[in-house]
């Protein structure tokens, strides 16, 4: 017998600074005091003991590549006591305390090490697991989980690029999600990248199977991908997708999927990901090198073991258990339905539940005909009321079901719902997806609907309309909380509460966000279902945040407009007025600028009609937005003063501080830095009184921009350092990222180039995985001035000329004349005046054409610069002059360094020496 490590070992021990290290450190030593077994050996022991290990796997947890389970534990140390001769029957008194309090310290100081590295706003870039809980009680299948384990151990050996796809197909109830379920969670300690679990809703009654372009917009989100950036078409983003995954350990379960076409854009990238499909169809049509595997039923002695896993009180009458399975026609699902009527009636005899089985089964091929069956039994001993609720499920639209959506359905108190949900999964007619979240298979779900024919039409259109306006009401309140704007309401309509003690909690941003997430799929399937105008309308409103923040904006594109026009249609101007900004909002997202124009022109004649000034107020800053992205500051100026004014008679303080924020960057835009400051501290305070941290941290992010171009760096730094906080706080990575540029700026300004390069290169790597091409061509730029200021010419003209690019392809002129200039100045620094005096001009005129007078200056300081290093004196000190006078007239800090300049009145030949930086101040962000 080998010696386990005891309780006193474990605490003399020093912590390891790596848990995976020190725990493999002892299992290394417990194969050493075996003899030291050969990889091979363990390979086989594990086998003899019905759990086999591949060799690569156990290698893996021998040198701390890969966290040991407590089932591959217990495995591994029984297995050295087989190889130092002790005998089958000798383990169970192998005393393996001393390692299960190892195990667990393991486990304790991996999750505070976790928890200590993670960032916690940042929850793409954690370790993600969606699978759904295991299976308990899951029987055979032996063969496919030593074929896949198979494949897992030899992932990335072979040479070949392709990913790993094995394709599980059967009929319906034959255990398919089950086994890739069990088989993932065997293998999940494999894939340290994610274990993801999607289901494609290919048999889902009253849903159209997942979309696959869909699904990849859900995938690329949720890792990290700003949805702004993702690519319109489902190539583009699937090769997204592949490009995202290579080389990464990604376990990929795509659940009930109607086809091949469905299924390949979906597969990731590279050599070392696994992917399970299931589905009721052979996928003959996956790539080649798929491996299918297809299900029959349980054999007759695995159908007896699960029933007897799962009622083992029936083993004292084994023949009937024979013939039970064999009524059940050997199906998993159907023996698991009818042992859980075992277990709740133990008076029962099998011959009586035999009986009552064998009465409404049909045993030809109709498999639905022997599952109704299993069902039937099941159904008929629930108590009346948990019947009815059952029934009524069938008529949810959505893949999962709350306790206050059940409510709502059934017209029960909230805590009755909950009671009986909880009963229901108890029988296993529901699936717990979450915390009190359930999910109904879909043989079972449309069982319910075909028993719902029993209520009458009047109690079915009751229920429904009960459920809906469940939706409608939470998806509201839950939009109001994530909103900039609050939305014009009819007069005399009360508001949205506080919180409702009979819905889940929306009492901050986050809350309200989540739950948006959660149920965006039934509210868009409740949308679906709609056929009242009102109803269209008003769920259409309640999906507008989360479209917006998440897209797709063609979904939204079209619901909005469906939304504009069903209103339109029922003389409704209100409410068509709110769909119009709702569909300029996205159209601006999209890049259709014209269109978007029109919407919101729309929506202002009809809150002008209406005499609605919330309504105009919210549309002027949406126009306002457009207009400084097309360089129409000064009219942007004039729309937000109207908004600002309409926003405080009104009493509406988050559309003030909405329009402040924007009026204050637009004020920065034309170099009116003190009114700029005064309107964003303004906003920032009533943001901070309202508690909206997203305002908040972009308020102290643009507010630090003007710190910093007036010389106040320090106060620059502080106000960013809070924004980076905030922006973590929220997982807003691209509120991150935009904090990390800036004070990328602020730190080299202060001619801290090293820190100022680090702070940059984290701003680029995340707006290239969020897939932000305005926040890479931003770094770019600002990376070109940190090259120049360090003597690297070569590498600030490359920057900056990839930096021109991509703002040319958006239309951003802010950016592009910045860029411009900060080029024109790198070429007069390596004597190319030509070329320097040629970017500055182009410059030049673009910032008078746009209104931008900092940039004006600053592109007139070049000019002159260029002028005096070819001797042209005259030229060259008029255009320093003119500079001059505009810094000073904006109180630019740049005034001071043009000043000495003059003052020196340079030699011809000698370049006079640039001011530290400007940054990529002018971009157009409001």
Request: glycine letters at 8%; hydrophobic letters at 40%.
């Amino acid at each position: 017998m080998i010696t386990v490590p005891s309780t006193a070992q474990h605490q003399e021990e020093p912590t390891a600074s790596d848990p995976l290290e020190w725990f493999a450190a002892r299992l290394q030593r417990c194969r050493a005091q075996a003899g030291a077994p050969s990889l091979r050996a363990l390979e086989l022991r594990t086998e003899q003991l019905g759990h086999r290990y591949g060799r690569a796997s156990i290698a893996d947890k021998l040198n701390g590549r890969s966290r040991p389970d407590w089932e591959f534990v217990e495995s591994f140390v029984r297995s050295c006591a087989l190889h130092t001769g002790a005998s089958v029957a000798d383990l169970p008194r192998l005393d393996l305390q001393g390692w299960r309090r190892a195990h667990l310290r393991m486990l304790r100081e991996l999750a505070a090490l976790n928890s200590g590295q993670r960032r916690s706003g940042n929850a793409a870039a954690e370790l993600r697991c969606t699978l759904p809980s295991d299976i308990p009680a899951f029987t055979g299948r032996a063969d496919v989980l030593a074929l896949v384990s198979s494949a897992a151990d030899q992932l990335g050996t072979s040479g070949d690029a392709t990913v790993t796809v094995h394709a599980i197909d059967g009929m319906p109830g034959i255990g398919k999600t089950a086994l890739a379920i069990h088989l993932a969670h065997r293998l999940r300690d494999r894939f340290p990248d994610g274990q993801l679990f999607v289901d494609l809703h290919a048999h889902t009654p009253g849903q159209q199977p997942v979309d696959p372009s869909d699904a990849l917009a859900r995938l690329l989100v949720e890792d990290g991908m700003d949805p702004q950036a993702l690519p319109d078409d489902l190539d583009g983003r699937s090769r997204a997708w592949r490009s995202r995954m290579a080389g990464r350990r990604l376990l990929l379960v795509l659940d009930n999927a109607a086809g091949s076409a469905q299924v390949a854009p979906l597969l990731p990238g590279g050599s070392e990901c696994l992917v399970l499909v299931t589905s009721r169809r052979h996928l003959g049509d996956l790539p080649a090198h798929a491996v299918a595997i297809p299900l029959d039923v349980l054999p007759p002695d695995q159908a007896r073991q699960m029933l007897l896993r799962l009622a083992p009180h029936t083993a004292a009458t084994p023949d009937a258990v024979t013939e039970l399975v064999d009524v059940c026609g050997y199906l998993p699902l159907a023996i698991s339905l009818v042992a859980r009527i075992a277990v709740k009636h133990p008076a029962w005899t099998l011959t009586d539940l035999v009986a009552e089985t064998r009465s409404r089964v049909l045993r030809a091929t109709a498999e639905n005909r022997s599952v109704a069956a299993a069902f039937d039994l099941s159904y008929e001993h629930l108590p009346p009321e948990q019947q009815r609720v059952f029934r009524l499920l069938g008529l949810h639209p959505g893949p999962e079901i709350d306790t206050y959506a059940a409510a709502a359905l059934t017209g029960l108190p909230v805590g009755d719902a909950a009671d009986h949900l909880d009963a229901l999964h108890g029988d296993h007619l529901l699936v717990e997806r979450g915390y009190r979240r359930y999910g109904m298979h879909d043989l079972l779900r449309t069982y319910a609907r075909d028993r719902v024919t029993a209520e009458s039409e009047t109690e079915r259109t009751q229920a429904l309309n009960r459920l809906l306006d469940h939706y409608q009401h939470t998806a509201t309140l839950a939009n109001a909380r994530i909103a900039r704007n609050v939305r014009p309401r009819p007069a005399g309509s009360p508001g949205p509460a506080p919180n409702d003690r009979n819905g889940p909690d929306l009492s901050d941003h986050l809350h309200a966000l989540s739950w948006l997430r959660q149920e965006r799929i039934t509210l868009l399937a409740c949308l679906a279902q709609a056929d009242s105008p009102p109803r269209i309308v008003g769920l259409a409103a309640a999906v507008a945040e989360l479209l917006r923040l998440d897209g797709p904006w063609s979904l939204a594109v079209e619901l909005h407009t469906t939304a504009a026009r069903v209103a339109a249609e029922i003389g409704d101007p209100l409410h068509q007025a709110n769909a119009l900004v709702d569909l300029g909002d996205v159209l601006r997202r999209t890049g259709d600028i014209p269109k978007a124009i029109g919407a919101f022109h729309a929506a202002l004649d009809l809150y002008d009609e209406l005499g609605n000034r919330l309504g105009r107020a919210n549309t002027l800053d949406c126009l306002a937005i457009i207009q400084c992205s097309t360089g129409e500051v000064p009219a942007a100026i004039t729309g937000l003063q109207e908004a600002l004014d309409l926003h405080r008679e009104l009493g509406d303080q988050l559309g003030e501080a909405t329009a402040l924020a924007l009026l204050g960057d637009s004020r920065r835009m034309l170099g009116d830095y003190r009114e700029a400051v005064d309107a964003l501290r303004e906003a920032l305070f009533l943001y901070r009184d309202l508690g909206y941290l997203l305002g908040e941290a972009t308020a102290l992010t643009d507010l630090s921009v003007v710190q910093r171009m007036t010389g106040d760096h320090p106060a620059a730094e502080r106000s960013l350092l809070q924004a980076l906080d905030l922006s973590r706080s929220l997982g807003d990575r691209q509120g991150e990222a935009t904090a990390l540029d800036n004070l990328g700026i602020v730190r080299y300004e202060a001619r801290d180039y090293p820190a100022a390069r680090h702070r940059l290169l984290d701003a680029l790597d995340l707006f290239l995985d969020l897939g932000s091409l305005l926040g890479q061509a931003n770094v770019l730029s600002d990376l070109g001035v940190l090259a120049r200021l360090t003597g690297d010419t070569a590498d600030a003209v490359r920057s900056f000329h990839e930096a021109l690019e991509l703002y040319r392809e958006l239309g951003d002129p802010g950016g592009e004349v910045s860029a411009l200039n900060e080029l024109g100045a790198t070429y007069l620094a390596a004597g190319d005046l030509d070329s320097g005096s040629s970017c500055h001009r182009t410059a030049l005129d673009l910032a008078r054409q746009h209104g931008y007078p900092w940039v004006e200056a600053y592109a007139l300081a070049g000019l002159g610069r260029c002028a005096l290093a070819v001797g042209d004196t005259d030229s060259g000190t008029h255009q320093l002059r003119q500079a001059l006078e505009i810094f000073q007239r904006l109180g630019a800090t740049e005034a001071s360094d043009v000043q000495a300049e003059l003052d020196q009145q340079p030699r011809p030949d000698v370049v006079p020496l640039l001011p530290a930086s400007t940054g990529n101040d002018p971009d157009v962000r409001c």
